[in-house]
């Protein structure tokens, strides 16, 4: 168990630009879960995926953010035309079933600036 | 919705001394309840978790939260305070998979 890994850890990009990111979960997760924050505040949720399927996706995730899980392993972030309010960490989690309830796990995140 | 509240956004503790930090749900059901710690510029990690049965759950590093659901309330606690305990703690309650957190309690740690 290596734990839920996200590359890069860290992306400065100018206003404009496209930037991606990318989750590599457990391995035997089957639900993966993108989550922004914002400094002094907590994790919101984005979107979440079981297996390969996109099955929610939060009103703050426009039309500018897609994400994918193309064989229901690693997941990708891909925002377009950045714009300043984008700065944020983006969390990746990954969760399994403990008997009774589920447990995410969380990578490192992925600290974006747009200037 | 469900939401949660931390009411604490910082605390300072001496080391050695008690700790109990606070969290307040609203949720309709049974929720299933967490604790996180985050340090500096790092992603969540798991402390312990509240699904069902004994109120009282223990987690890593020596803490422990009991759940109350006459006061709404998922505390956590920790008898004595270590320097490496100073990080950031997030309380989530979950409800349809996702998990939503509070604003956080900045622990500092004094010598």
């Known amino acids: 168990d290596t734990g839920v890994s996200q590359d890069p850890r860290h992306k400065i990009t100018k206003r404009g630009q496209n930037v991606t990111f990318r989750c590599d979960p457990i391995?035997?997760?089957?639900?993966l879960y993108w989550y922004r924050q914002t400094l002094g505040q907590g994790p919101e949720f984005l979107t979440y995926?079981?297996?390969?399927?996109?099955?929610?996706k939060s009103r703050l995730l426009s039309d500018r953010f897609s994400a994918e899980r193309p064989k229901g392993s690693f997941s990708t972030l891909e925002i377009q035309r950045t714009e300043q309010g984008d700065s944020a960490m983006y969390l990746c989690?990954?969760?399994?079933?403990?008997?009774?309830?589920?447990?995410?796990?969380f990578g490192p995140g992925t600290r974006l600036l747009v200037l | 919705a469900q939401s949660v509240t931390q009411p604490d956004i910082h605390i300072t503790v001496s080391e050695g001394a008690s700790l109990e930090l606070r969290c307040n749900y609203s949720?309709?059901?049974?929720?299933?309840l967490f604790w996180y710690v985050q340090s500096p510029g790092q992603g969540l990690q798991l402390l312990l978790k509240y699904f069902s049965g004994d109120t009282l759950v223990q987690g890593i590093k020596g803490f422990e939260a009991e759940f109350k659901r006459s006061q709404s309330s998922f505390n956590l606690r920790k008898p004595s305070v270590h320097w490496s305990d100073a990080a950031e703690y997030f309380c989530g309650v979950a409800s349809y998979q996702k998990v939503t957190f509070g604003i956080g309690t900045k622990l500092q740690v004094i010598p």
């Open positions: 989690a990954s969760s399994t079933l403990d008997g009774v309830g589920e447990t995410q796990y």
């Open positions: 995926f079981q297996n390969e399927a996109q099955l929610e």
């Open positions: 949720y309709g059901a049974t929720p299933y």
């Open positions: 391995s035997e997760h089957n639900r």
